[in-house]
């Protein structure tokens, strides 16, 4: 599976963004997508995810209510939708995919076989 992440770009504090990761090689069934992102010094960290066959999303706490992951099957493309973004937000974001995680493993990005290549985010204040 191939995944390719866009939509990255520079914006100021309040604005909103959305990246997109189209999967290629399979249809989503019951793959699981997820977002991480990375900023510098610092480690990979869980954004959310969309688990398996559109059950249910989770969310980071940092990101909560802020920022929404969808998924339209027939594009093979999974957004996340980021709003009220603030200069923390700042990173590199990576989408990330599995057919086989288990859910007590979906934070953790070492269990994902599929990455995209990642999309740069900065939010200016």
């Known amino acids: 599976v191939q995944l390719q992440a866009s939509g990255g770009g520079l914006v100021q504090a309040g604005d909103s ?3 997109s990761c ?3 090689g399979r249809t989503f069934g019951s ?3 997820a977002w991480f992102r990375q ?3 610092k480690e990979r960290e869980f954004v959310g995810a969309l ?10 706490d940092s990101v909560k209510g802020r920022f929404t992951i969808s998924r339209d099957n027939a594009k093979n493309t999974v957004y996340l939708q980021m709003d009220s973004l603030t ?3 700042t990173a590199v974001y990576y989408c990330a995919g599995d057919s086989t995680l288990i859910l007590s493993s979906l934070r953790n990005p070492k269990a ?3 990455w ?7 939010v200016s204040s």
Do not use: F, K
Not at 51 to 60: D, E, G
Not at 116 to 122: A, D, L, N, R
């Open 87 to 89: 200069p923390e937000d």
């Open 31 to 33: 793959y699981t997508t």
């Open 39 to 41: 900023a510098p010094g």
């Open 17 to 19: 963004l959305r990246l």
């Open 51 to 60: 688990w398996r066959s559109n059950i249910r999303t989770y969310y980071a």
């Open 116 to 122: 995209g290549q990642g999309t740069q985010v900065t």
């Open 112 to 114: 994902y076989d599929d």
């Open 22 to 24: 189209v999967a290629s």
